[in-house]
């Protein structure tokens, strides 16, 4: 019966739960989620290997809390129901611009 | 990509920094307030050496070079050379640096003063070499790397000039008068170190915290040229002139490379995508404005017609609004961002993704800061007024309140320090 349930929730995980998850891990400068400050590119889920992939940017090469973002966005995805392995690649092609914050992202920021 | 916890000192070395530069700051505005009423006549006296010793060697230098160790590794993407000698160097920095500022503030001129200027000297130098190492070994380039390494050199420049004036106080053997060599140390070590290193970090940090980016960087290029040929030309005049038409191009050319920098820096402030203006871009906006002020009274010492009385007071409120309106105001708003950061990075980064932590910039409330702001401006803006007009009253209420704001960072940065993560549940 657990087993069961395990199995219903591995497979309940999606790209979209878990953008959703990456909105606990925040731009320590800016205040922003990493979701709403644009830098997420792409989600995708494995459902065989159960594995978590990000593909995903920084503000600059040079932020000095990038490793410590990526840190947190592997310990998020890890913790999500379901997810096995997580795999977080960062690229900086196409470069991060301010465009690329939300509406909520920008709100916190005063624009 | 650039990992501070790869490349940097550890976090207590750089925190043992600027605790002394904070330790520098209040004693600074206690001897301050106790010699708020002597502030007055000639530059070269015991108390206007005390404080400006004080200030430089006490408050901005620890907190300069703390900023140094953690800043030059992450720029030039390389680990730090050594951070055991630069510890060790710190060590003897503090030594000398301590027994310098009490022969300067007592004028004992024996040779315990050059003896404890090498100390002071010889341990900057040792840091300035770990830090050129790190740099040759990095791979950055560009305008904030050539403010660096400028600052560098002109510091090395500064603390020599220091250390033969200590000897001649002790021992007279330079050929030609103290006062005109103390100006190119003076200059070389407020301008030159204090100035191109909170100009080229300054750029940095704001493009850094304000998540700022594209700004074109040719006005900073002509701050850099500009203020660095300012600087060659004093201090050739200074020690090979006088000559009064490179005095009067030089305060020209500082003031022309000051408004480069002010073009610069609102380039980097409008492209923000941060758009809430903290307590560090109000300090920080202070802070040019104060040096604006020191470039019309530069400008005016150089140009100007040459009335003993007035000069010395020109020469005083210069001094002020360069050293502790410019330089003062800037450090003490970077640390404002510096020291929460440093705070998150190592406390509060191991638990992203697995807790709720603050943002760096919550680590403290907005309006302790600024008040801390209001009353270090104010403090400034009215002894600057009672050295011009002559005034102890104002000068001494002007100490009280910086004092009153020494007190206040120190406060600010402890209770960001002191910051614990948030409590489940």
Sequence with gaps: MKDEEEQEEAVS????????????????????????????????????????????????????????????????????????????????????????????GRAILGW | MVDPARYSPPFALVRAHFAAGVLGLATFAGLLLAHAAELGGHHFQKPHLLLVHVAALGWLMPVALGAMLQLVPVLFEAPLASWKIGAAASVLYAVGASGLVGHLGTLSVGWGLPLTAAMAAGAIWIHAAVLVLTVVRGRASGLTAAFVLAALAHLLFAVTLGFLLAWNLCAPYLPLSHLVVLRAHAHSAALGFFGMLVMGAGLRLMEMFLVSRGAPELPGWIAFGTLNAALVLLDASSLLGPWEAADGASAALAAVGIGAFAMQARLVFVRRVRRHADATWLLSGAGLAHLASAAGLGLALALGPAMPALRDRLVLAYGLVAIVGFAGSVVVGQLYKIVPFLVWLHRFAPLAGTARVPAASELLAERPKRVQAALMQSGIVLVAAGILNESAGLRTVGAGLFAASALAVAGNLWAIDRRKPFKEG
């Design chain 1, 13 to 104: 995980v999606d790209a979209v739960s878990l953008r959703e998850a990456l909105r606990d891990v925040t731009d320590p400068e800016a205040g922003v989620n990493i979701v709403d400050m644009g830098l997420v590119y792409d989600v995708t889920f494995d459902p065989a290997s159960r594995r978590a992939s990000v593909t995903m940017t920084l503000t600059t090469p040079f932020c000095p809390a990038g490793n410590a973002m990526l840190d947190g966005v592997h310990r998020r995805l890890m913790r999500v129901p379901g997810v096995e392995d997580a795999n977080v690649e960062v690229v900086f092609d196409p470069p991060w611009s301010p465009e690329r914050i939300s509406d909520a």
